[in-house]
């Protein structure tokens, strides 16, 4: 443990919430190096939906390492590539009448974002991106710049310039639907939004809390665009790869994305791989404009082309997840309704869900209570306040009913004793203050 805090930047965060060292995993299980078993609810902020050195891919990989397949090409055509591209076109874009062709980008996901803002911006001659209040596309400077929290901004050093942010569904209340205040300032010269190369969006925002759209304001935004000619850029790095009970998360809004962002579990084992979907006609890049050394990981690609095979070959896993998400939504609510006081809610789609606590505080006491009972969960949202559920899709039913259960004890256990603070705590204060809002 000293070594990390001897020579580790400060910069660590996740290691902070669970101080351990892990050296194994298996699918929903993490284990540390004194052998400690720990259910994991984080599963890479959403990289590992199909869990940890899942048995389907394993092997493939295996066998490509053992047969010394290219690990590193640049952007050279390989065998790994060319089947990967053949599985993606013929199981994930046919079957659902999108036709894109896809950009290898750097294999972080905030290198996907800077290459879509870039193109959306070459290909209008635009400058300003509208992105909305909550979200979170990355840390590098162009992604940053499109991100919400303040946190992370203030980290930049330097101006952060060519974005607009607007609200997000819900964010001034359910009976308003922002994508008409987006309209309005668009139709009006005067409003102080220049016309935006594009429109970036999450369809339920993972850093920012949670905070699900619905798909008739997803198909709203859409129309929006549309009507002035503005490109529509859905970030699907946490909500896709079926996070929320579709391959895409915008399936149930029947809506069609100029371009699309994926990474996270896009390479189904936690490998670095990211990649930018782009409408045909966009695609006006010029050769090497947006380069990088680690453009497609070829192991990626074998363990990508084994997920897309194992799991999108038919609607069976869609239908899984979606038994599962509305076996949490359930828990959820009843956990929700029993001890949060009128204060805490849910929020989410799919296995892509959250408990708002209100107070950050107390989400993180929730959350250490949690850990110390074997379960890794992370909050989201600005002020930490949301109880993220991020457990791989493939989850046992009893491994995701057991860390429900060790969560509602933790809430059980963390709300009984906030009942015995006094009433001038200024924690209470914040909580009804914000209630009162
Ligand atoms: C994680 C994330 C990113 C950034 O991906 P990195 O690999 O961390 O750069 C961008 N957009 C969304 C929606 C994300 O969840």
């Excluded at 590193?72 to 591209?85: I, N, Q, R, Y």
């Excluded at 499109?146 to 974005?163: K, Q």
Aim: proline share 3%.
């Amino acid at each position: 443990m000293e070594i990390f805090e001897k020579i580790e930047s400060e910069v660590q965060s996740y290691a902070r919430s669970f101080p351990c060292v892990f050296n194994r995993a298996k699918n929903e299980f993490l284990y540390d190096d004194a052998g400690n078993e720990y259910l994991d609810f984080l599963a890479g902020a959403g990289t590992l939906n199909y869990g940890h050195n899942n048995d389907a891919f394993k092997p493939a990989l295996l066998h490509y390492i053992e047969s010394d397949g290219i690990s590193h090409g640049l952007d050279m055509h390989t065998k790994a590539k060319e089947e990967f591209l053949h599985a993606l076109n013929d199981k994930i874009l046919k079957p659902r009448d999108l036709n894109y062709v896809v950009q290898f980008t750097g294999p972080t996901g905030t290198n996907a974002v800077e290459a879509a803002l870039k193109l959306a911006r070459n290909v209008t001659g635009r400058e300003n991106i509208i992105s909305f209040t909550n979200g979170f596309h990355g840390v590098s400077l162009g992604s940053l710049a499109t991100t919400g929290n303040s946190h992370h901004r203030g980290a930049a050093g330097t101006s952060l310039g060519g974005v607009s942010r607007l609200p997000f569904d819900g964010y001034l209340g359910d009976e308003v639907d922002t994508t008409e205040y987006l309209d309005k300032v668009l139709c009006d010269t005067s409003s102080g939004i220049d016309l935006p190369a594009a429109v970036l969006v999450e369809t339920v925002q993972g850093e920012g809390g949670i905070n699900a759209a619905s798909f008739e304001w997803l198909k709203n935004l859409e129309k929006v665009c549309r009507k002035h000619d503005v490109l529509l850029i859905v970030d699907d790095i946490q909500a896709g790869c079926g996070r929320t009970g579709s391959f895409f998360s915008f399936e149930g809004a029947d809506i069609k994305p100029d371009m699309i962002t994926m990474s996270k579990s896009l390479s189904g084992y936690g490998l670095p791989f990211a990649v930018v979907m782009i409408r045909p006609d966009l695609d006006q890049w010029k050769p090497g404009e947006h380069n990088g050394t680690f453009r497609g990981n070829n192991l990626a690609f074998i363990t990508a082309k084994a997920a897309i095979d194992t799991f999108w070959s038919d609607n069976q896993f869609a239908q899984e997840i979606q038994a599962k998400g509305e076996y949490i939504s359930k828990r959820l609510e009843a956990i929700v309704e029993q001890y949060g006081e009128g204060n805490f809610t849910t929020r989410g789609r799919g296995m892509f869900q959250g408990i708002n606590c209100v107070s950050g505080e107390l989400a993180a006491q929730i959350t250490q209570k949690c850990f110390k009972n074997g379960l890794i969960i992370e909050t989201s949202g600005a002020d930490g306040q949301v109880v993220k559920f991020l457990c791989p899709l493939t989850i046992k039913q009893e491994n995701l009913e057991k860390g429900i259960d060790i969560v509602e004890s933790a809430i059980k256990e963390v709300c009984a004793k906030e009942d015995e603070i006094p009433e001038d705590n200024c924690y209470f204060d914040t909580v009804y203050l914000q209630e009162a809002s």
